[in-house]
């Protein structure tokens, strides 16, 4: 098998739009599988793990490889729901083409714009599923997605409606041909009369199209004002590969009607390997290289998601040059070691089978590589190139997660590390300040998630809570106070005394700490010790035990005992001081404040804005994107931020995305600061 015998397809689109039953009808269809599965019924080849077949959601990207004429489409079915956005970026990675498919009940569903978002230049396909329902209405969302993506969208069929607007039977334009399906077959069937004239209209405008994108098929058009099937199928596939046609096809993952069209339209019109532009890459040295896609080179491929499950560990790799076989030793230019390669495995769904294999275009699975990850390039030692890894879109939601059973938090660490080997788009991070550990993702359902997979697999029981808000106190006021520690046990006893000017300063966040001590009050050697002790209790705040920060103390007297002095005396000396002082030196609580830039549909840009005033945040700027979009920049308290990844989705129909990074901390108000030291006080009793 050669690249040109290979088609590497992205499934994409919103929850529920029918991407898994129509990998499912796909595999049907061409004897990849003995039974048609159903979502509904758990059992279908690309949803088996059983959180997706308990929640009848697709979690994880799955794979299904059908042969079709003796071509191999290597269909990735990647989940519609938001919070595994990660995984449709590993698809796309992988991908010469993405067939978006929508629901014709949904029009056009926010998956579908985002997706196409994200694709940028790589060629794309639609198909508009769930035709067979009552009332479904492919023309109106045909009309709505032409609305939005314009004159890159090319019907490439015809659907015959009943009278419920149900499709019944689908006419290709470009054999101008029509099929139905009788027995889970399609069946070609005389083009019904009714449409005729649309056929006929479509067709010469498709001839239009493909014309072109191809400047000898626009003169053979003009000559001729005809264009043959091939000719028409030559077009169409550079328009696809330049990206400047999408065409759009109808059917019905249930019933079966266009499924097989779609599965030649592949064939025909997606673009193989060897047609796409070379891959950015770095050499050695980090020079910008490019690697284009050549079965004759020396060996490199990416490796662009990680299986790792109860079935074992698999890497799956696109072979962009060269080939790969399973006794070779190739060098990952990620992490500068030579790995011996395990065996070789075509994965379809839960299924694997071994391969001898992989050649230039392919997309296969290396089992038990234990120290490569996603995102990888595995390499010829003698040609080494690193290629452009997944860039995924950073995260925005955050829990404090734990362990029901304190004695696991060691087990639900090497559970996450594990979990986090096949979904690098979460981040696990050990707060020592909030003693508290973080797992942030991209929503709700995602961490819910790996919270289930720690139990089923690993089994961790854990619960999630809000995460603590690093807040800091500080002082406004100066103020002077002595500190004496006296402590008379038998034999020697402990003494220390001293007198500290607290007060507040602006030139670094760590305590300043200075002395000004006449006549040796206190011995020099004692200094370190009250510098000592004072660290030690800036570290927990008088307010709510936040550390202090922006402090400045000056050591001015004291007095010592020849016998009974030491430096834990002079640092507990220290101690007394710092807790008599603090409390009337005005202390005041400091928040977080972030930097937020939220990108947002121009309609919801009041409602977005209503939002940030109730969170206390200041809007500094808008920036209208051009293509609908406004760009919102504002500053927000971080303790009014913990739900927002969930709000904005709910205020902008999932159309909403943001970034939110830490830029300073600045005082709290009142309001707030008795709110944060109340919970502070309620998570102190309950520890």
């Known amino acids: 098998m050669t690249a040109n015998d290979i088609r590497n397809i992205a499934l994409l689109g919103h929850g529920g739009s029918g991407k898994t039953s129509l990998a499912e009808h796909m595999l049907f269809m061409t004897k990849g599988s003995d039974r048609l599965g159903k979502t509904a019924d758990g059992n279908t080849v690309c949803d088996y793990d059983p959180e997706e077949i308990k929640r009848q959601i697709s979690i994880s990207l799955a794979f299904a490889p059908v042969m079709y004429k ?86 490439i069929v015809v659907p015959v409606m009943s009278a419920n607007k149900a499709v019944t039977a689908i006419v290709d334009l470009l054999h101008n ?65 330049d990206g400047s046609i999408c065409p759009v096809m109808c059917g019905s993952a249930v019933t079966g009607l266009g499924v097989d069209m779609l599965m030649q339209t592949i064939v025909d019109l997606c673009p193989v390997a060897t047609d796409m532009p070379a891959e950015k890459a770095v050499d050695d040295d980090g020079n910008a290289v490019e690697v284009a896609f050549d079965p004759n080179g020396t060996t490199a491929a990416i490796v662009f998601k990680t299986i790792s499950d109860q079935y074992g560990k698999f890497s799956m790799i696109k072979v962009v040059r060269g080939k790969v076989t399973g006794d070779m030793a190739l060098y990952n230019a990620t992490t500068g070691n030579t790995e011996k390669l395990g065996r070789l495995y075509a994965i379809k769904g839960k299924k694997t089978e071994e391969v001898k294999e992989i050649c230039c275009g392919d997309i296969a699975a290396i089992g038990k590589m234990d120290k490569v990850k996603t995102g990888d390039t595995l390499c010829d030692a003698k040609n080494i190139v690193k290629l452009a890894a997944i860039e995924y879109a950073p995260t925005c939601y955050d829990r404090a997660i734990s362990p029901k059973v304190k004695q696991e938090i060691e087990k639900m660490g090497t559970g996450l590390n594990k979990l986090n080997e096949e979904d690098p788009t979460f981040h696990v991070t050990n707060n020592a300040e909030t003693h508290q550990t973080v797992i942030s993702g991209a929503g709700d359902i995602q961490i819910d998630v790996l919270c289930a997979k720690l139990k ?216 707030a600061q008795e709110k944060a030291i109340a919970e502070a006080k309620a998570m102190a009793e309950a520890e």
């Open 456 to 671: 089923s697999r690993f089994g961790v029981d854990t619960e999630l809570a809000t995460p603590r808000v690093p807040y800091r106190e500080k002082i406004r006021s100066r103020v002077e106070k002595r500190g004496r520690y006296k402590k008379q046990t038998g034999g020697s006893g402990q003494f220390g005394d001293v007198v500290i000017v607290f007060e507040p300063q602006s030139e670094q966040e760590d305590m300043i700490f200075e002395e000004a001590v006449f006549g040796g009050s206190v011995p020099k050697n004692y200094f370190p010790a009250v510098e000592k002790g004072l660290r030690k209790c800036c570290l927990n705040g008088v307010l709510a035990g936040y550390p202090v920060v922006f402090l400045k103390a000056t050591l001015t007297d004291g007095s010592y005992h020849p016998v009974d002095s030491s430096d834990i005396a002079f640092q507990l000396a220290a101690g007394l001081a710092f807790k008599d002082a603090l409390p009337e030196a005005k202390p005041v609580l400091m928040e977080p404040i972030g930097e937020l830039k939220v990108t947002i549909p121009d309609n919801f840009v009041g409602d977005v804005m209503g939002d940030l005033n109730k969170r206390r945040g200041r809007v500094m700027g808008m920036n209208p994107t051009g293509d609908g979009e406004t760009v919102l920049e504002a500053e927000v308290p971080m303790a009014e931020m913990t739900s927002y990844a969930i709000d904005l989705r709910s205020m902008t129909q999932s159309r909403g995305q943001f970034t939110f990074a830490f830029v300073r901390y600045e005082d709290c108000p009142a309001a």
């Open 70 to 155: 003796n071509v191999k489409i290597n269909v990735m079915d990647a989940p519609g729901n938001f919070d595994f956005a990660g995984e449709a970026l590993c698809a796309v990675r992988a991908a010469e083409c993405a067939v978006l498919v929508g629901a014709a009940k949904d029009g056009l569903s926010v998956g579908m714009e985002r997706n196409w978002k994200m694709l940028g230049k790589k060629p794309r396909m639609i198909f508009i599923n769930r035709t067979e329902e009552d009332n479904s209405d492919y023309a109106s969302c045909l009309e709505a997605i032409r609305a939005k993506f314009g004159q890159a969208i090319a019907p």
């Open 177 to 241: 041909k029509a099929y139905e399906v009788k027995g889970g077959k399609a069946v070609e069937c005389p083009v019904p009369a009714d449409v005729a004239d649309e056929v006929e209209a479509l067709r010469a405008e498709l001839m239009e199209t493909a014309a072109g994108a191809d400047e000898e098929l626009m003169e053979k058009f003009f000559d001729t004002m005809e264009l043959s099937a091939a000719d028409m199928a030559k077009g169409l596939k550079i328009g696809v590969r």
